[in-house]
């Protein structure tokens, strides 16, 4: 290619790149007609710790607030002495005849499991609602026409009719600050509209009655009243109540433009102004009640700063990344739930359970609202990654760090192993034993791999060595020596195995067989092996990387021992061919809850279009034949098709449109009975249960559809349709690289790629005539061939076009 059209290649991608995913966002914005009085019809507003549902009435506007750091801290942790150790409850198991039907037949281990789980049948801890503010209006004055939630900047807006004039209604939340700001204008002129005859705050209606009484303050001369909820740390607080060191609080305060007296009785103000300040305060309760008659929202004056100072942080959430997709559906599906995300989740703040930040009465307590370590936790921080959005997988690592010394302990003390041994299910709460030891969920031996595998990820898509030397070394490095004891128990090999290999034994397939009479589906689950050997081959890495290779040589050896004598996969013949199983001897048609049989595609990414023939054939009979009974699915298994660059976007489009609710986020919908369910089953049950974080990874899906690295080899929109446009600008690669690129008419355009790192460069090249590369040296390099390789340095910008000299 000559030198100058190279500059104008090279111009035409500089003009190209103008998506501006705030823009783009703000066509994605959420409509709702009419009062929307449901939770799951609400506005969903947040800062990644405040979350504030807006709902609206024909009388009143209702806002239900949350907060990631406010629990119920209360814990059960009984019967500690009674659950004995593995080994013991394992030789009982053992000890039982193969010829039961099921386990709980066994009244030993019927009573056994009710023991075990009694802790988990309380229904704390769980995440605490921390109020609602009622706006209450005369609906003989007033009407609401419907409600936008304005994605590009985090602001609501309810339409009103106010005398038959139009009138808008602003609400947002402060991005930095626990705040929420509201105001109430006239559509023509933009004057301050009075509006709210009655503002009162309301403590939530399922507050445990144990607990202390709210703390009721209200000032009718500035227009402030509050209210102060103590959260106890003891399990059964006395009563009168008496403090301790270690209680919780949170302190929910409004501020109004102007009052016309109050009613401390009824805990109302009443507002005749046109705009308020809402704050929470949450934290240990020594600190709370210390400040109380201290602090209050700020003045009403600080609306517009706050406004802008919040779009500005928006719009610098969008910058990390966007896309501008022809199918308007999956761009709008990007947006909205990179929008969610960035509400839910953010450094220094709680890492969310399984319905976030989102709470009113009992919604977002089901299951605790916790950690589920097997899919449910780790599936929304998938997004962090390849969306560039690093910084949100803090909370994630933070977890794993809370958790760590009670998975040590529960190594120790339970298996009588070396490393950490991680949860099935934790809360962000202090604990000293598993919260919930039942065999049949806690012997899922997948979940510790799985626990540390994205920490790992962390460091290949950034490439930072300190991070994974100060807080991913350790965990990974825990969760290997268990694998390493636990593969290694005189149990897991030896002749009545009949080779030379470790086996994981016993083990739980997630959420399918519990534990089998005679341990006939207990040993190699699909999903225990590929995570076993993804964090295997982590480790190892990361001693080379680190240069611990001398101090780890002993256990790098035992890792190499296993990995030499490691199980075959468990593979059965089906009407798809040859497929993998979650264990050997499985019926290929059994349905399945979390999709094992796609999981060495992901997250185990051994098999992909990398793959050889004979593997990848395997994989994808394994995704066609794969029989799912919905609620675990929704992005865990469109995500392998993705992968396999075989996913039918069409129908993964329509699977979205039928979990979508109202608000825009989407939950959790069965799809087919047989499994689990019956065939009288209300394939709707899960969709009250809460605002279901893990979903907002939808995303993922698609960025892989547009760009994959996982092996180490950048992809071009590998599941994306030849007729259809698509452009992306700095999704983040492994390797530590900000890659750029467009398709149009079925062909590569053009790739921009910054490399953060300096890292070698690997790319499969898009163009039979080969690649023209171009990085700061300024000297075009031609590559030729299906791979396409070259150095590159940190900060570097390299931009790669089709070869036209031929």
Known sequence: ?????????????????????????????????????????????????????????????????????????????????EIMTFQEVFARFAALPASLPQMTDNPWYQEYCEMTGDNYRKTYPRPMPCGSVLLRFDRREAEVLGHTLHIANGRCTVDFLIGGKPALFEIFVEADQDRLWMRMTDVVSGEELPLFSEVKLIPDPETPQEFPAAIVGSDAGTGVQSFTQILPYLEAPVSPYMAHAQDKAFRLAVRVSATGGSDPKNKQVNMQGCSACVELWEGSAAAVLETEAEIAPPELSGYSLARTHSEELWRSYWSCSAVALEDEFLERTWYRNLYFFNCAVKADVTCPGLFANWSYRNIGSDWHGDYHMNYNTQQPFWLAFSSNHLDKHLPYVDMVEHVLPVSRKWARDYYGLRGAYFPHSAYPVEMTMMPYPVPHWGWEVCETPWTVQSLWWHYLYSMNEVFLRERAFQPI????????????????????????????????????????????????CLIDLTLTKFIFHAFIQACTILGTEDAESALLGEVDDILQRFPLYPTAESSHGRVFTSVLGEDPEVVYNVPIPVTTVFPGEEHGLHSSPEDYQIAVNSYLNHRNEGGNELV?????????????LERFKRQIAYCLLPNGTCTDRALMSGGRYPDTADFDFMSRMGVWFENFSLPAVINECLLQSY???????????????????????????????????????????????GSRLSFYIPWAEGAICTGSSGQPLLLIGKVGVMPTAAGETIYIVRNTSQ
């Open 1 to 81: 290619m000559r030198e100058e059209t190279i500059v104008q290649k090279l111009h035409s991608i500089s003009l190209n790149r103008q998506v501006n995913a705030h823009e783009q966002a703000s066509r994605h914005d959420i409509h709702f007609k009419g009062p929307a009085t449901d939770f799951f019809e609400g506005a969903l507003l947040g800062n990644g710790g405040l979350g504030v549902v807006v709902t609206t009435r024909p009388d009143a506007v209702m806002l239900h607030f949350g907060h990631n750091n406010v629990w119920d801290i209360r814990i059960a942790e009984e019967h500690a002495d």
């Open 477 to 524: 490095k825990e969760a290997v020596l268990f694998m390493v004891d636990y593969m290694k128990r005189p149990e897991a090999s030896g002749e009545r195995w009949e080779d030379d290999r470790y086996h994981i034994f016993p083990t739980v397939v997630p959420e399918l067989y519990e534990i089998a009479p005679g341990f006939a589906k207990n040993s190699d």
């Open 636 to 648: 865990f298994y469109n995500m392998a098709g993705a992968r396999l660059g075989i996913l039918d």
């Open 711 to 757: 092996n180490g080899s950048l992809r071009f929109f590998p599941n994306w349709p030849a007729d259809k446009l698509a452009e992306f600008h700095t999704l983040r690669a492994a390797g530590g690289f900000l890659v750029s690129a467009a398709l149009e008419a079925g062909e590569v355009q053009w790739v921009e790629i910054v490399s953060e790192a």
